[in-house]
């Protein structure tokens, strides 16, 4: 690509994300505490409250967002003049690498200007049109992937940090932090997922990576903390499944505590309540 032709394509990402109201990056410096889980949620919570919402699915190499919306198998398609056209589910525009590649057993053997490349397309290239939210699901850890997405946006208005309780995610989630401090990205807070397990047979909690490390690292670092979710298997069951957990068990724990976590993140943008 010559200096022009970049030019011009940031020029492009800049006038995508000119239209977007709030644009949302969540991350988590090790895999497997559930932030794919959560930054689903959260998209689908503000479609269902009438929001216009996009999801990127920044994970080159796991790309596992176009499944848990239930659009494993689809593809991107490009207009009539060239864009590319995001899936649609819900009132969320979703874009993701699982959505080019041929087929889902297909790797993504790629270095760091490849990743930013298709980062930069998705961004500039996509017709997102005006959006009151854009989430990205970054993967884990503080690499290409997420320094690409901040840096080519050039203003995201905040970053999640997602957790568990223990004491060595904990330890990631301090990294995590920083690094959005160190991006000059504002820290909207963190949230401790699989925070307890009620018993479906006796009713009691049962603290399954301990609790309360979230709340407290918060503290700690000086940044807001958006809120616990307990760990339901039905979470994890409805990702599988393509389906919207909060919509089917809205009267869940776990689905109140994701409705409150949305309705704080709200608080900290000032968003006015619709």
Known sequence: MTKEELEAMNKKVGEKM????????????KGGVGKTALTVSLAG???????????????IHGPSIAKAMGLGGKKLTASSDGGIVPLEKNNIKIVSMASVLESEDSPVIWRGPLKTGVLRQFLGEVLWGD???????????????????????GNVDCGIVVTT???????????????????NVPVCGIVENMSGF?????????????????????????????????????????????????????????????????????????????
């Not at 009151?132 to 901040?150: A, H, K, N, Q, Y």
């Open 18 to 29: 000119g239209r977007v109201g709030k644009k949302i990056i969540v991350l988590s410096n």
């Open 45 to 59: 919570i503000f479609g269902i409250k009438g929001r216009k919402t996009g999801l990127l699915d920044a994970d």
């Open 131 to 153: 959006l009151d939210f854009l989430f990205v699901d970054s993967p884990p850890g503080t690499g290409d992937e997420p320094m690409s997405v901040i840096q080519l946006i």
């Open 165 to 183: 309780p223990q004491d060595m995610a904990l330890l990631d989630t301090r990294k995590c932090v920083n690094f959005l401090k160190s991006m």
């Open 198 to 274: 009620k018993c479906p047979h006796c009713g009691r909690e049962i603290t399954l990576f301990k609790k309360g490390g979230g709340e407290k690292s918060a503290k700690e670092m000086g940044v807001p903390f958006l809120g616990m979710v307990p760990f339901d298997p039905r979470i994890v069951e409805n990702m599988d499944r393509g389906l919207e957990f909060v919509l089917e068990f809205p009267n869940s724990d776990a689905a109140k505590a994701l409705i409150s976590i949305a309705e704080n993140i709200e608080k900290t943008l000032k968003i006015p309540e619709k």
